[in-house]
């Protein structure tokens, strides 16, 4: 019931410019209306609002798939309940995307972006159409053969992850902040979406026979709808967009390469002489001067997975709510990580100071303690209040610092810049996943 109102509110925000001339990216020289005198660059605000809104789809299809998978993980435990699946099914997944973005991460100047981001989208919408496959080749059983083969899919999520993630952030690191933070909302807006739309399914199907196998086909088979739509927005409408062009020759102006193919999706023609003369600052060099944004967001996601989702679905014991309370701490954890990531819109709560965001992301790590005493003594009410903490802190400060890292440098850095961040992203929620197995090992319940 929420989207409405954030989608109303995303456009009212972006309808018209926020961020005064030095946020806008454009050479020194531009006219106020963002029109550079030799260049004929399009006005500002052309194709803006159509921009933010693609972006906004791209970042829900590249986490949909994934976050339908968790929010389903209810159908799991019923299949295999002995194989946590919340827990392993994430540990599957991680190896394969932090692998595959450390490579893809090093190898970045010489990858097209253009090539990457389709194909990761394609493996997501594949991916989603062979989890029914499966699903309807088993009739619903479990057992150990059905697990594996559910494990190989969940690995393809990793590996169509890497390749998403990092060639989006990258790519749209070297054009406006508006641009990330509206792909960064789609990603947690893919969390809102799946766990409301799972909560309906869940409701529609509970009295019919096989009612929850049911509800998970029908969730699966929207989330697959929502991946190829991202497909097509990628290939065919993202590229032609007035302003993402102006972005993306202003980069090929700067020495970047990775444009090269989306330049010539939107018809045009970059010459071959025209080389950035300026040095680049290696990815060595990138990581010394952002070591902070780069363990930051490290740290918030070892944080934040250590708890979300395995610790909530297995560690919160029994209450009035039964087999809705992990789903309702789910919805509540993706719908204020989504609230959380419009919160920097807000300039007087936008964290910009660097030592003020390493700060707040360490303090966060009191919540550690917070959950345990709240899940051995305290009712469903605090527990759905500190998870909705969990989920609007990891919003506000994801946002705040994929959108202040990038600033100051040439498209070339801030592409790579973009790709090192994606890499630490999913280094933290790979060390998360795993640090999640000690609540288990804990309580002595592996």
Same mark, same amino acid.
């Given at each position: 019931?929420?989207?409405?109102?954030?989608?109303?509110?995303?456009?009212?925000?972006?309808?018209?410019?926020?961020?005064?001339?030095?946020?806008?990216?454009?050479?020194?020289?531009?006219?106020?209306?963002?029109?550079?005198?030799?260049?004929?660059?399009?006005?500002?605000?052309?194709?803006?609002?159509?921009?933010?809104?693609?972006?906004?789809?791209?970042?829900?299809?590249?986490?949909?798939?994934?976050?339908?998978?968790?929010?389903?993980?209810?159908?799991?435990?019923?299949?295999?309940?002995?194989?946590?699946? $919340?827990? #392993? *099914?994430?540990? !599957?997944?991680?190896?394969?995307?932090? %692998?595959?973005?450390? &490579?893809?991460? /090093?190898?970045?100047?010489?990858?097209?972006?253009?090539?990457?981001?389709?194909?990761?989208?394609?493996?997501?919408?594949? $991916?989603? #159409? *062979?989890?029914? !496959?499966?699903?309807?080749?088993?009739? %619903?059983?479990?057992? &150990?053969?059905? /697990?594996?083969?559910?494990?190989?899919?969940?690995?393809?999520?990793?590996?169509?992850?890497?390749?998403?993630?990092?060639?989006?952030?990258?790519?749209?690191?070297?054009?406006?902040?508006?641009?990330?933070?509206?792909?960064?909302?789609?990603?947690?807006?893919?969390?809102?979406?799946?766990?409301?739309?799972?909560?309906?399914?869940?409701?529609?199907?509970?009295?019919?026979?096989?009612?929850?196998?049911?509800?998970?086909?029908?969730?699966?088979?929207?989330?697959?709808?929502?991946?190829?739509?991202?497909?097509?927005?990628?290939?065919?409408?993202?590229?032609?967009?007035?302003?993402?062009?102006?972005?993306?020759?202003?980069?090929?102006?700067?020495?970047?390469?990775?444009?090269?193919?989306?330049?010539?999706?939107?018809?045009?023609?970059?010459?071959?002489?025209?080389?950035?003369?300026?040095?680049?600052?290696?990815?060595?060099?990138?990581?010394?001067?952002?070591?902070?944004?780069?363990?930051?967001?490290?740290?918030?996601?070892?944080?934040?997975?250590?708890?979300?989702?395995?610790?909530?679905?297995?560690?919160?014991?029994?209450?009035?709510?039964?087999?809705?309370?992990?789903?309702?701490?789910?919805?509540?954890?993706?719908?204020?990580?989504?609230?959380?990531?419009?919160?920097?819109?807000?300039?007087?709560?936008?964290?910009?100071?660097?030592?003020?965001?390493?700060?707040?992301?360490?303090?966060?790590?009191?919540?550690?303690?917070?959950?345990?005493?709240?899940?051995?003594?305290?009712?469903?009410?605090?527990?759905?209040?500190?998870?909705?903490?969990?989920?609007?802190?990891?919003?506000?400060?994801?946002?705040?610092?994929?959108?202040?890292?990038?600033?100051?440098?040439?498209?070339?850095?801030?592409?790579?810049?973009?790709?090192?961040?994606?890499?630490?992203?999913?280094?933290?929620?790979?060390?998360?996943?795993?640090?999640?197995?000690?609540?288990?090992?804990?309580?002595?319940?592996?």
């Amino acid at each position: 019931m929420c989207f409405p109102l954030i989608l109303i509110i995303h456009a009212f925000v972006f309808i018209t410019p926020r961020f005064p001339p030095r946020y806008s990216g454009f050479p020194l020289g531009s006219t106020m209306n963002g029109a550079t005198e030799e260049s004929g660059a399009p006005a500002r605000t052309e194709g803006k609002f159509t921009a933010l809104a693609v972006c906004w789809v791209l970042g829900l299809g590249s986490l949909v798939s994934w976050n339908s998978m968790l929010t389903i993980s209810d159908y799991y435990y019923q299949l295999f309940p002995h194989y946590h699946p $919340s827990r #392993v *099914l994430t540990l !599957v997944y991680q190896p394969f995307a932090l %692998g595959v973005i450390a &490579i893809l991460a /090093y190898h970045e100047a010489k990858i097209d972006t253009r090539w990457r981001n389709i194909r990761g989208y394609a493996l997501f919408f594949i $991916s989603t #159409v *062979l989890l029914i !496959v499966l699903d309807l080749v088993t009739s %619903g059983k479990g057992g &150990i053969g059905p /697990y594996i083969a559910l494990c190989v899919i969940v690995g393809s999520f990793g590996v169509a992850d890497a390749f998403v993630q990092g060639g989006m952030v990258g790519d749209l690191s070297l054009m406006c902040p508006e641009f990330i933070q509206s792909f960064m909302a789609g990603l947690a807006a893919s969390g809102a979406l799946t766990s409301g739309l799972r909560l309906i399914t869940k409701a529609a199907f509970e009295d019919f026979h096989s009612g929850l196998r049911k509800g998970t086909i029908l969730f699966l088979s929207i989330s697959a709808a929502f991946e190829f739509l991202c497909v097509v927005l990628y290939a065919i409408v993202f590229p032609k967009i007035p302003l993402v062009k102006f972005y993306r020759k202003k980069a090929a102006s700067e020495g970047s390469k990775t444009v090269s193919s989306d330049l010539a999706a939107a018809g045009i023609q970059i010459q071959s002489n025209q080389e950035d003369k300026t040095e680049i600052l290696s990815k060595k060099q990138l990581f010394q001067k952002n070591m902070d944004y780069l363990f930051g967001v490290y740290l918030i996601y070892v944080l934040t997975l250590s708890i979300f989702p395995g610790f909530l679905y297995e560690n919160t014991g029994e209450h009035q709510l039964g087999s809705w309370y992990p789903l309702v701490l789910i919805a509540m954890y993706n719908v204020w990580d989504l609230v959380g990531r419009y919160v920097p819109l807000i300039n007087c709560l936008k964290l910009e100071s660097r030592k003020g965001l390493l700060i707040a992301i360490l303090s966060r790590f009191l919540l550690v303690p917070a959950f345990y005493f709240t899940a051995k003594y305290g009712d469903q009410g605090w527990m759905i209040l500190l998870t909705s903490f969990l989920g609007l802190s990891n919003g506000h400060l994801t946002v705040c610092v994929f959108t202040a890292a990038p600033k100051g440098y040439k498209a070339p850095e801030q592409n790579a810049l973009g790709n090192l961040l994606v890499m630490f992203l999913l280094g933290g929620i790979f060390s998360g996943v795993a640090l999640d197995w000690l609540w288990i090992i804990g309580n002595g319940s592996f």
